[in-house]
């Protein structure tokens, strides 16, 4: 049984810094993709952040362009997403996302994790 395990979430004065950690743990054999969403209360749940396991392709929202930085350790099976100058609008459920296999007989399947809240007070 594969699990995306997050930690790193909680309160944090607009301007702060937050870093999310997201580890898949369990079984697993290929991964190619790991990112995060956010879901924000009343809204719904959107992209902030993704990056390619093999080439290390990354991409952003709009929103967090130049603030955000996702990283990876291959070897860790985990996912970084560093979060500077944290603004009251970044408040939110924040969700680890993966495409992985659990072997090489398996298919690619889609994980999320649990989720962990990120507050940000003005």
């Known amino acids: 049984q594969v699990q995306l395990v997050e930690s790193g979430g909680g309160l944090v004065q607009a301007g702060g810094s937050l870093r999310l950690s997201c580890t898949a743990s369990?079984?697993?054999?290929?991964?190619?993709?790991m990112g995060w969403f956010r879901q924000a209360p009343g809204k719904e749940r959107g992209l902030v952040a993704f990056?390619?396991?093999?080439?290390?392709?990354?991409g952003y929202a709009d929103a967090v362009k130049g603030r955000f930085t996702i990283s990876k350790d291959n070897a860790k099976n985990t996912v970084y997403l560093q979060m500077n100058s944290l603004k009251p609008e970044d408040t939110a459920v924040y969700y680890c996302?993966?495409?992985?296999?659990?072997?090489?007989?398996?298919?690619?399947?889609?994980?999320w994790g649990q989720g962990t809240q990120v507050t940000v007070s003005s």
């Open positions: 996302n993966a495409d992985l296999e659990r072997s090489r007989f398996d298919i690619t399947r889609n994980y």
């Open positions: 369990g079984r697993t054999f290929s991964t190619y993709y």
């Open positions: 990056i390619n396991w093999s080439t290390g392709f990354r």
